[in-house]
C-alpha cells in the first residue's frame, strides 16, 4: 500500500497499513489479536488474553526508568464498518484502502477506521520503539468497542498492574478529555400480520441517501438528517395524501452511526403514482431548505419495485406513528459543563419486513440516571404498541477528576513541546474509561489523540500532521513521568 510510503511517524503509519490490511469488524476481531500477539511474542514481549478475548502485551521499563508508575496505553481493536450502498466492499474480507487528500488520510467510499486503529497504532509503536524512555509498559487491547463495549465490560480485574492510564481514542488534537458519557442500547422487536398487495396497486421504492452520517455522540449536535426520521416523516405525510401500503423500511445500518441512507418500499394505487413523484420532489426540495448548509446532500429517489404482501392496515398506523414520535437527537445539554451534550438518543437502525419490526435507539448522557430515564421514555413509547423492548450493554460514564495529576503532566509537556496551551474537554461519546475506572478505580486516566473527521461514516480521515504532533506528546509525556515517592 505504496499510500503509507513516506508519511511520518514511519512507526506509526507502519503499524497502521497493518491494521487496515487485517478485517476488523466489531465481535471479529480474532484475526488481527492473534496476529498482533504473535507479533508481539517474536519482538520478546510478554502476552495475555483473559477470558473475553482482551489482549495485553507488557513491555519492560527502559533501564533507569524501572521507579516509575506504570502505564496503561488503551485502545480498541474493532472498527465501526460502513459503506456507501454504491461501494462494493466486504469488511470481513477486504483490506481498507485510504488514500492521501490534502493532508488527511481518507477512506472515500467506506470508513478508514482510524478510529480506534491510530491509537492501536500508537500503543503498537511505543511497544516495538527500541529508543523510548518510559516505565513498565501495560498495552490494552480491549474488543467489541463499536458494538456495546463488551471487552472493556469483561475484563478480568485484578490482571492489570499500572497505575497510570492513557486512552488513546478521541479525535480533536489539542485536546485532553477528562470525561465522557455512559449509555445503554433499547432493541425494540414486533410482529405484525401481513396481507396481499391489493389489487392495482404496484410497488415503489423510495430512497433517501447522500446524508452525511457521522458519529452517534461526537456529532448528535450538528443537526445533521437521519434518514430513517426523513424516511418515515414522508411516508407518514403521503399516508394522509393517498392510500398505501408498507412492504419493508430499511434504514441504518450501526447503533452508533448517525443513519445517512434508509430505503422503503410501497404499494400504491396505479393512478397514484404522478401524485407520488410530485409529493417526494416538493419533500426533497423541503428536507434541502431545513438542512442547508449541514446536510445539502440529501436526495430522495424512486424507482420501480416487487412486492408481494404488505404489512396489515391497523398495524401500519400504530408502527409508523411509533417511529414518527421516537426521539433522536439531542435531549438535554449539560448545565455542569458548557457547550457539551449530557443526553441523548440515536435511532440507528430500523428494519421491517416480512412480518418483523426491529428498531435499536443507542442512548447515551453524562448522567447515568439520564440514560434511564431517557431510555424508560422509549420503552414507554413502544409499549403503547405492545412491542417487545429490551435492554443491554448498559455501561457507566466516566466522571471527570480536575486534579488528575496525570492531566496535569500533559499540559505541562504540551505547553513545553508546542508553547501553546491545551483544552480540557467532556466528550459526549462513549470511551471505554468509564467501565475501566469501575474495575480499577485507582486508575488515574486521560484520553488524547489526533485529529480525526467523519468518524463511523464513509469518508473518515485522519490529519497526518496532527498524528506525528500527538506521537511527539506521547514520547515525551512517557519520558517526563516522576518516579514513585
Known sequence: MSVFADLQPE????????????????????????????????????????????????????????????????????????????????????????????????????????????????????????????????????????????????????????????????????????????????????????????????????????????????????????????????????????????????????????????????????SDASKLDAAVDAFQALMRVELADVDDGVTLTIIEAQAEQVMADEYQVAILDALHAAPHGVKRMSQRVTGVVETSNNLGVVSIGNGKLFANFMVRSLLDSGFVALADEIESLWNLIGADVEREGGYPGWAPNPASKLLALFQDVYRQEFNAEAKTQVIHAGLECGILGSKYPHLDMVSFGPDIRGAHAPGERVNIESVGKAWQLLKAVLAAIPAKA
Open 11 to 270: 512507526l506509526i503509519w507502519k503499524h497502521f497499513q497493518t491494521l487496515c490490511e487485517i478485517p476488523r469488524p466489531s465481535k471479529h476481531e480474532e484475526q488481527l489479536r492473534d496476529y498482533l500477539k504473535g507479533w508481539a511474542e517474536l519482538k520478546g514481549l510478554t502476552t495475555h488474553v483473559d477470558s473475553v478475548g482482551n489482549l495485553i502485551i507488557r513491555k519492560p521499563a527502559t533501564p533507569g526508568y524501572e521507579n516509575r508508575p506504570g502505564v496503561i496505553l488503551q485502545g480498541h481493536l474493532d472498527m465501526v464498518c460502513q459503506a456507501n450502498s454504491d461501494t462494493v466492499h466486504d469488511f470481513f474480507k477486504d483490506p481498507i484502502r485510504p488514500a492521501l487528500k490534502d493532508g488527511w488520510l481518507v477512506a472515500e467510499g467506506t470508513t478508514l477506521g482510524a478510529d480506534n486503529g491510530i491509537g492501536v497504532a500508537f500503543a503498537l509503536a511505543v511497544l516495538d520503539s527500541d529508543d523510548l524512555a518510559h516505565g513498565p509498559i501495560e498495552a490494552l487491547f480491549t474488543l467489541d468497542e463499536e458494538a456495546g463495549m463488551g471487552g472493556a465490560l469483561g475484563l478480568d480485574t485484578g490482571i492489570l498492574n499500572g497505575e497510570l492510564l492513557i486512552n488513546i481514542d478521541t479525535e480533536e488534537w489539542g485536546e485532553f478529555y477528562l470525561g465522557c458519557a455512559g449509555g445503554i442500547d433499547v432493541n425494540v422487536r414486533r410482529d405484525y400480520p401481513e396481507v396481499d398487495v391489493p389489487a392495482g396497486f404496484v410497488a415503489r421504492q423510495i430512497a433517501v441517501k447522500g446524508l452525511k452520517g457521522g458519529h452517534s455522540g461526537a456529532d448528535i449536535h450538528l443537526g445533521r438528517g437521519n434518514a430513517i426520521k426523513i424516511l418515515v416523516r414522508l411516508i407518514q405525510q403521503l399516508s394522509r395524501e393517498i392510500e398505501l401500503h408498507i412492504a419493508s423500511i430499511k434504514g441504518g445500518t450501526a447503533r452508533n452511526a448517525l443513519a445517512r441512507e434508509a430505503f422503503a418500499v410501497l404499494t400504491i394505487a396505479e
